[in-house]
């Protein structure tokens, strides 16, 4: 079977079965999108935001690079960041990084790959900044996965350092930006205890007056 036909013929099937169960289902998704999350997560195609949070389309907006990277010249991200924000009125931002990501991974090594090393740069920088504490790690494995857990920490920093939402703050919006990470193997997210709900947690250099 071509790929084209296949593909087409799951859609149809997969509409079929949510018109048998809501039939007003995607009458209201046409209708609006009032998603409270925003999420922020890998490219890799085992980490699906809406399956793993059980939420349905229409629930949660998404945006997804290689190793959920927040970086402060990319437009892209920027982009979503201030439509999620500015007028989806998200109230949650959720960067979720998983184990063993690729990414990090290739970061942490010293292989040429090619346009993708000009990325993987915002990484070793994490990396840099937090090296004795990946370097204590006992195994590769260890290693990886703290960097992994790292890299999330890292780019929720980088969210809060936004103008759009430090200004969302400012004007009083509700708005609390997460740091979470995935596991592929048991397919349990982990909260890493990172949560900031407004500008007084972020430290005063990146502070907007």
């Known amino acids: 079977m071509e790929i084209d036909e296949k593909l087409f013929e799951q859609n149809r099937a997969w509409a079929e079965r949510i018109k048998r169960e809501d039939p007003a289902f995607f009458q209201r998704l046409s209708e609006q999108q009032s998603p409270e ?3 922020i997560g890998c490219s890799d195609s085992r980490v699906p935001a809406n399956q793993l949070l059980k939420l349905a389309p229409g629930e949660v907006f998404v945006h997804r690079n290689i190793a959920n990277v927040v970086v402060h010249t990319d437009l892209n991200c920027l982009s979503v960041i ?3 924000v500015e007028v989806l009125k998200v109230r949650h931002i959720i960067v979720c ?5 690729g990414g990090v991974e290739a970061a942490l090594g010293n292989q040429e790959f090619g346009l993708i090393d000009n990325w993987l740069r915002h990484i070793k920088d994490v ?3 937090h090296k004795a504490k990946v370097d204590e790690c006992q195994t590769p494995r260890q290693k990886l996965n703290r960097m992994c857990e790292l890299n999330v920490i890292e780019q929720v920093a980088n969210v809060c350092h936004t103008t759009i939402v430090q200004k969302a703050w ?3 919006q509700q708005l609390s930006v997460h740091g979470w990470i995935y596991s592929i193997e048991d397919g349990i997210l982990k909260d890493l205890a990172v949560r900031v709900n ?3 947690a972020i430290e005063e250099i990146h502070r907007m007056q």
Do not use: D, S
């Not at 990084?97 to 990501?101: I, K, V």
């Open 170 to 172: 400012k004007g009083g």
């Open 82 to 84: 201030q439509y999620a």
């Open 198 to 200: 407004g500008n007084e």
């Open 37 to 39: 999350i925003l999420w």
């Open 97 to 101: 990084g998983h184990y063993g990501c």
């Open 127 to 129: 990396y840099r900044f």
